[in-house]
């Protein structure tokens, strides 16, 4: 039991800690038995790069099966591979991967027939070295693509005929005095010799040797404008003049800062004119400033990759695989550049794939997998207004009246900006430069309503928001942003009412050696002259809430955006209770490190509460000092030293309060005559379940017990707003 509590706790605090639930949560999987295949299955296909290795692990072997539903050879059936001389053919590996495909009904995209690269380079030369004629040449590429298609049709479904025939970058000749426009075509030996008919060549000879199979033209930088550009006009260029491409493949060789999805918009709807099949053949998001297929790149370096490294690389996936979704029409296969990062042609240190060395889902993985339908086309109302929670004459953030955020953030020379707000188990919203070179960006969907911590990430290093406020939470001044909430009348600050006030109170702590600070509720009308039982006027006396923060925060945390004392004023003013003190003291929770929460028994503040603070409030505030107009509650970590207290001291506290800070079990109260209300509270997205049985269980034992399970919140300040709201009135009573 004790143990269950503990870890229950560590998750709530952990959750506490980030900042807001609602954002973070660990990757954990909603949909376990959904995998890529399967939540594309209305898409596209998912497809894999695959080595000789990959095809002979049992756990890469099942993981490739229950992920994927095609499949590429990502060395294997490369011309220099099968065919490195003249007769000679290599075809074990081929034939292992082919094979594979076969048992397991898994389709095989064939790559590649003719390529600059690991090719079959005997093909430009006779016996004596000398080179040949283009005849000579196509005469023995067409016996290579025959051999090698006729090998495979029954298994393999499309073939990258011609890879990378484009050049990267075309820069004017200048000859004679004049300038003259570049070539578009990559300087290879094949368009050396042939110019660009060895392009129409090999796919006449490959339509010859499979008339079912899908053509393909392959390429990388594929999304740059001018390189787009340059392939278009090649590919409409050849299928004008009769040649049989099918379609299009866009490599893909990404990185987590670009291409934009512009770009990759753009491509695609250009493509699409076309052709009537885009693949996206060989997938991953390096996590440098380097794209493409080149052969010459940066192998990063051997360190854990940073948080917000992993963030930007969920967040370029996500976006990504998002205007492949708008693009199903056209695009029927998306392939992975090999399966785990241990097999990445980058090397392991670029960390380049969902699957990480040792294929583990990374968070990448859950974004891709785990999409919102719903999200894909929504577009965020723009009716965005600036924040409650900003600094004076600041505009941004704004939030829009669904609950979306809207950030902007100047950093002119930033090259990442993050926002730790967002949709769950991202990390956040990666804002991108505009037009203007500001970082902006929205959340992808409406927020939880309420109040929300969060900071901004630029280059890996922790800011807050300038545009905002600073509210204590997560151990520090954190920016802060309010969605509003359909029931937030109940903490509005009101014209039309009185206003009681909060006051900061310093007193010495003999247990500590050192001064504690605490923040305390007055209500509106304290100190005033009232006529006391016989007559006589007196000052009145309110009885006392002591009320306690969660884990990260401190004493101001309720008054501030617990907006404590405002549900207070407007509860009295509306006359739904009779007012009374709230004590807000620091719990010296911040104190407990990670790892230690386990150990946290709030010893030393039951001493500082019970033996000092109290004494100095009922010294110093108009209290009543008996324990029936005592109460004591807390949220989250609160909770845990509001339990931790009274149940050791009920003596002192008459009412009880749980917020999102675990629960009481009727045996854990040695008298049940000693509590005359207990409340506990959390939010619909935490563990309502446990609150509930809770509830009843202390209802059936005979005490009177309350439970909320606030509508629509996780672990947050709205969840915890509502519970006070419900709480207070039936304090004191
Ligand atoms: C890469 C392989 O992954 C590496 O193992 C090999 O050393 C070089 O080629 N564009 C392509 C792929 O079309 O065939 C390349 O594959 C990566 C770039």
Request: with cysteine; aromatic share 12%.
């Amino acid at each position: 039991m004790k143990q269950t509590f503990k870890t229950a706790l560590a998750i709530v605090l952990a959750m506490n800690c980030l900042g807001s639930w609602a954002q973070w949560g660990a990757p954990a999987d909603p949909n376990p038995t959904v995998k890529l295949k399967d939540a594309y299955k209305n898409y596209f296909m998912i497809g894999v790069a695959l080595n000789q290795r990959n095809v002979s692990n049992d756990d890469q072997v099942n993981l490739v099966k229950a992920e994927f539903n095609s499949i590429t050879a990502e060395n294997d059936m490369k011309p220099g591979e099968l065919h490195p001389k003249e007769g000679v053919w290599n075809w074990e590996k081929a034939d292992k991967i082919a094979n594979f495909c076969r048992q397991n009904g898994i389709k095989l995209r064939g790559h590649c027939l003719c390529w600059h690269s690991q090719f079959a380079d005997w093909m430009f030369t006779d016996k004596k070295g000398k080179p040949v004629k283009k005849e000579v040449f196509y005469q023995r590429l067409r016996e290579h693509i025959h051999a090698v298609v006729n090998r495979y049709k029954d298994v393999v479904y499309c073939w990258d005929v011609v890879n990378e025939a484009m050049a990267d970058n075309v820069r004017p000749n200048f000859a004679n005095g004049k300038f003259t426009p570049g070539s578009p075509y990559r300087d290879s030996r094949h368009y050396q010799l042939c110019g660009d008919e060895f392009i129409a060549k090999a796919f006449e000879f490959a339509r010859e040797a499979d008339p079912n199979a899908l053509l393909f033209y392959n390429d990388y930088n594929e999304c740059d404008p001018g390189k787009r550009d340059r392939i278009f006009d090649m590919v409409k260029k050849m299928k004008d003049a009769g040649v049989p491409i099918d379609g299009i493949g866009m490599q893909g060789h990404y990185n987590v800062y670009g291409p934009t999805e512009e770009d990759i918009d753009a491509a695609i709807t250009k493509y699409k004119t076309i052709v009537k099949h885009i693949h996206v053949t060989e997938l991953d998001i390096r996590m440098n400033t380097e794209m493409g297929g080149q052969l010459r790149f940066s192998r990063g370096e051997n360190k854990p990759v940073a948080g917000y490294m992993n963030t930007l690389l969920t967040d370029q996936y996500n976006r990504i695989f998002k205007i492949f979704r708008k693009h199903k029409d056209v695009i029927d296969c998306v392939t992975f550049w090999n399966l785990g990062d241990r097999d990445s042609w980058l090397g392991v240190n670029n960390h380049p794939l969902p699957f990480d060395e040792n294929y583990k889902p990374k968070q990448a993985y859950y974004a891709i997998k785990n999409f919102d339908a719903k999200l894909d086309n929504a577009q965020p109302k723009e009716d965005f207004v600036s924040n409650p929670c900003n600094q004076p004459g600041q505009e941004w953030p704004k939030v829009n009246s669904q609950g979306y955020a809207r950030f902007r953030v100047e950093a002119p020379d930033a090259k990442s900006v993050i926002v730790s707000l967002g949709l769950g188990g991202r990390g956040g919203t990666v804002l991108r430069k505009d037009k203007d070179g500001v970082w902006t960006g929205t959340t992808e969907g409406p927020m939880d309503p309420g109040f929300h911590y969060y900071h901004l990430t630029i280059d890996g290093g922790v800011f807050n928001d300038p545009g905002t406020h600073n509210y204590f939470g997560s151990c520090r001044w954190e920016s802060g942003i309010e969605i509003p909430a359909p029931d937030q009348d109940f903490y509005a600050e009101r014209t039309d009412i009185p206003h009681g006030n909060m006051q900061k109170i310093l007193f010495y702590s003999k247990s500590l050696g050192k001064m504690q600070e605490a923040t305390v509720y007055l209500p509106n009308g304290y100190g005033k002259l009232v006529k006391g039982k016989n007559g006589k006027m007196e000052q009145q006396r309110y009885p006392v809430l002591y009320l306690q923060h969660g884990w990260g925060e401190n004493e101001t945390s309720w008054p501030v955006q617990g907006k404590a004392g405002l549900i207070m004023d407007n509860l009295i003013a509306d006359g739904k209770i009779k007012p009374f003190i709230i004590v807000m003291a620091y719990g010296l929770t911040n104190d407990f490190k990670f790892g230690t929460i386990g150990k946290f028994t709030a010893e030393e503040f039951e001493k500082v509460l019970i033996d000092e603070l109290i004494p100095y409030v009922d010294a110093n505030f108009l209290t009543k000092t008996d324990k029936w107009n005592r109460a004591m509650a807390g949220l989250s970590m609160g909770g845990m030293t509001t339990k931790l207290i009274t149940l050791r001291r009920p003596e002192v506290f008459g009412y009880w309060g749980l917020l999102s800070g675990g629960q009481y079990a009727p045996e854990e109260i040695k008298d049940p005559k000693c509590v005359k209300y207990i409340f506990e509270g959390c939010g619909s997205k935490e563990n309502p379940a446990g609150i509930n049985k809770s509830v009843a269980d202390l209802k059936a034992a005979g005490f009177n017990a309350e439970g909320l399970i606030s509508e629509g919140t996780a672990h947050e300040f709205l969840t915890w707003r509502r519970c006070l709201y419900l709480m207070a009135q039936k304090l004191f009573k």
